[in-house]
């Protein structure tokens, strides 16, 4: 009896700790407030700016020697993108991972679960080097004119190569991001930036005696770029003060629970970045089909939509980052402030867009303008700059499909996240398929269609988050809670008196 009163006054202990909320994840009034999802989110924003000024140097660059050559890095590189991104929303789910244990006050599982993270980039790079001769084949089906296919093919064989430096960067990312020290993935995303833009000035063009590389050059700028980022990262991961508090070197082994919930959390988000990616490469070769005006005119658009939402990946990340941590310390009420916050912030983001877009939209496509004059790039000018106009009606809906998606990501909801995501992207592929080809509708119409698909999904993603399911997910067990289970089954065990 002695010894069963002793562990029921430990379990009341232990009962009374639950209640008391630890000092690191103690609520202050600004909890999950603009200025807390800003820390988190303004540096990843600042990240992902700088990796879409890496892309749109490129083109920028790569379109002084001609539209095909514009055309071909934009192809090239989404093919080779579109090969990562299964693996790259699988690892991406650390972010989510790492911040929920963080908020349940299990620091040492942060580097366990990057540290599988890692070992499935490993498992990944043959596999997508497997699929090369898949992709190279479709480029020949796809009806696109010899003048851009020629360079496409180049640009694609020589990034796909260099996939791996891409996976390991994101999930170094996702570490810092899940505990919020997007400072560090900021630093590593503008080295990779001054690198890559400096080095594609000097091997495209070939300055300071370095040959002329053309579109080649493009390449080996953005792998030389990208390895000098996953180095800042590798170099701030194995600091002596991450290593003691996150346990980085006992880390570095396969763990079963971890990777258990990082493949069953996030194969839905690596299911449905794959599907997106090959839904709008899709969509891309569609409008490169058409011809080499509409290839031009798209193009220059969604290079300019790029600019308009990869900044709002960070606040995604930031959002997802919070939830996360608030989850997993058992807090959904916090969690819905945070993803308030990530609404507030896109639309005062995408308002300064809407007005670039609808304001400015010529002074945007003649950027892009040629060397030497170009009739190609002359007829696109009207096309590309009503697809900028139209752009401007989405950019606030951009902001709620990127806001709430990574809301529910947050908490584990990944797999309605991922059906409604998917669904989304592969219903416009039909669309402008019948639409541009089937029906020969000009592509404004087609671009129209598109817009308008987004803004009734944005609804759909709404319905969803308000449904507040996602508030009765738990990824992981709190320290408090393991601690409570553990008494909980010391008591219910028979003892020899």
């Given at each position: 009896m002695g010894i069963r009163r002793n562990a029921a006054r430990k379990l009341k202990l232990v009962m009374l700790k639950m209640t008391e909320e630890p000092c690191e994840t103690r609520r202050a009034p600004s909890a999950g407030g603009v200025r807390e999802l800003l820390a988190i989110a303004l540096p990843m924003v600042v990240s992902h700016a700088c990796d879409t000024v890496m892309t749109f140097t490129d083109r920028m660059f790569l379109s002084r020697l001609g539209p095909n050559e514009m055309n071909a890095a934009m192809s090239g590189g989404l093919a080779s993108f579109m090969l990562m991104t299964f693996f790259m929303g699988l690892i991406g789910y650390t972010t989510a991972l790492v911040a929920q244990y963080l908020g349940a006050g299990r620091k040492d599982r942060c580097a366990v679960a990057t540290t599988q993270a890692m070992l499935m980039c490993l498992a990944a790079y043959p596999i997508i080097l497997l699929?090369?001769?898949?992709?190279?084949?479709a480029f020949e089906?796809?009806?696109?004119?010899?003048?851009?296919?020629?360079?496409?093919?180049?640009?694609?064989?020589?990034?796909?190569?260099?996939?791996?430096?891409?996976?390991?960067?994101?999930?170094?990312?996702?570490?810092?991001?899940?505990?919020?020290?997007?400072?560090?993935?900021m630093v590593a995303a503008f080295v990779s930036m001054l690198a890559?833009?400096?080095?594609?000035?000097?091997?495209?063009?070939?300055?300071?005696?370095?040959?002329?590389?053309?579109?080649?050059?493009?390449?080996?700028g953005t792998i030389l770029g990208g390895l000098l980022g996953l180095s800042v990262l590798v170099t701030a991961y194995l600091r002596p003060s991450v290593r003691r508090q996150y346990a980085v070197l006992q880390s570095l082994r396969l763990d079963r629970e971890a990777m258990g919930k990082l493949l069953w959390f996030g194969y839905p988000a690596g299911v449905e970045m794959f599907l997106n990616v090959l839904a709008f490469t899709g969509v891309i070769l569609a409008f490169h089909a058409h011809g080499p005006v509409t290839a031009t005119a798209t193009t220059i658009m969604f290079n300019w939509d790029m600019v308009s939402f990869v900044p709002l990946i960070g606040v995604q990340i930031g959002v997802m980052s919070l939830v996360g941590r608030y989850m997993?310390?058992?807090?959904?009420?916090?969690?819905?402030?945070?993803?308030?916050?990530?609404i507030k912030s896109g639309w005062a983001y995408s308002a300064i867009i809407l007005v670039l877009f609808s304001c400015f939209p010529e002074a945007l496509v003649s950027v892009f303008q040629p060397a030497e004059p170009?009739?190609?790039?002359?007829?696109?000018?009207?096309?590309?700059?009503?697809?900028?106009?139209?752009?401007?009606?989405y950019v606030m809906i951009e902001a709620v499909c990127t806001v709430f998606s990574g809301t529910l990501r947050g908490a584990g909801d990944t797999f309605w996240t991922m059906c409604i995501s998917v669904t989304l992207h592969w219903l416009m592929l039909p669309i402008l398929i019948v639409m541009l080809h089937v029906l020969g509708m000009s592509p404004e119409a087609a671009w129209t269609a598109i817009v308008l698909?987004?803004?009734l999904f944005s609804y759909v993603f709404y319905l969803r988050y308000r449904s507040g399911r996602w508030r009765e997910i738990r990824v992981v067990q709190s320290e408090a809670e393991l601690l409570a289970a553990d008494h909980d089954q010391a008591f219910h065990e028979p003892r020899d008196l």
């Amino acid at each position: 009896m002695g010894i069963r009163r002793n562990a029921a006054r430990k379990l009341k202990l232990v009962m009374l700790k639950m209640t008391e909320e630890p000092c690191e994840t103690r609520r202050a009034p600004s909890a999950g407030g603009v200025r807390e999802l800003l820390a988190i989110a303004l540096p990843m924003v600042v990240s992902h700016a700088c990796d879409t000024v890496m892309t749109f140097t490129d083109r920028m660059f790569l379109s002084r020697l001609g539209p095909n050559e514009m055309n071909a890095a934009m192809s090239g590189g989404l093919a080779s993108f579109m090969l990562m991104t299964f693996f790259m929303g699988l690892i991406g789910y650390t972010t989510a991972l790492v911040a929920q244990y963080l908020g349940a006050g299990r620091k040492d599982r942060c580097a366990v679960a990057t540290t599988q993270a890692m070992l499935m980039c490993l498992a990944a790079y043959p596999i997508i080097l497997l699929a090369k001769p898949l992709i190279l084949h479709a480029f020949e089906l796809s009806r696109i004119s010899p003048d851009q296919l020629a360079p496409q093919k180049t640009y694609f064989e020589i990034l796909i190569y260099a996939t791996i430096v891409g996976l390991l960067r994101t999930s170094l990312s996702s570490f810092f991001s899940g505990i919020g020290r997007t400072r560090m993935v900021m630093v590593a995303a503008f080295v990779s930036m001054l690198a890559n833009v400096g080095l594609n000035y000097v091997l495209i063009y070939g300055k300071f005696g370095v040959p002329a590389l053309g579109i080649r050059g493009a390449a080996y700028g953005t792998i030389l770029g990208g390895l000098l980022g996953l180095s800042v990262l590798v170099t701030a991961y194995l600091r002596p003060s991450v290593r003691r508090q996150y346990a980085v070197l006992q880390s570095l082994r396969l763990d079963r629970e971890a990777m258990g919930k990082l493949l069953w959390f996030g194969y839905p988000a690596g299911v449905e970045m794959f599907l997106n990616v090959l839904a709008f490469t899709g969509v891309i070769l569609a409008f490169h089909a058409h011809g080499p005006v509409t290839a031009t005119a798209t193009t220059i658009m969604f290079n300019w939509d790029m600019v308009s939402f990869v900044p709002l990946i960070g606040v995604q990340i930031g959002v997802m980052s919070l939830v996360g941590r608030y989850m997993g310390a058992g807090d959904p009420d916090t969690a819905h402030r945070a993803a308030m916050s990530g609404i507030k912030s896109g639309w005062a983001y995408s308002a300064i867009i809407l007005v670039l877009f609808s304001c400015f939209p010529e002074a945007l496509v003649s950027v892009f303008q040629p060397a030497e004059p170009d009739p190609v790039f002359l007829q696109a000018v009207p096309t590309a700059v009503f697809m900028i106009r139209m752009a401007s009606l989405y950019v606030m809906i951009e902001a709620v499909c990127t806001v709430f998606s990574g809301t529910l990501r947050g908490a584990g909801d990944t797999f309605w996240t991922m059906c409604i995501s998917v669904t989304l992207h592969w219903l416009m592929l039909p669309i402008l398929i019948v639409m541009l080809h089937v029906l020969g509708m000009s592509p404004e119409a087609a671009w129209t269609a598109i817009v308008l698909t987004f803004l009734l999904f944005s609804y759909v993603f709404y319905l969803r988050y308000r449904s507040g399911r996602w508030r009765e997910i738990r990824v992981v067990q709190s320290e408090a809670e393991l601690l409570a289970a553990d008494h909980d089954q010391a008591f219910h065990e028979p003892r020899d008196l």
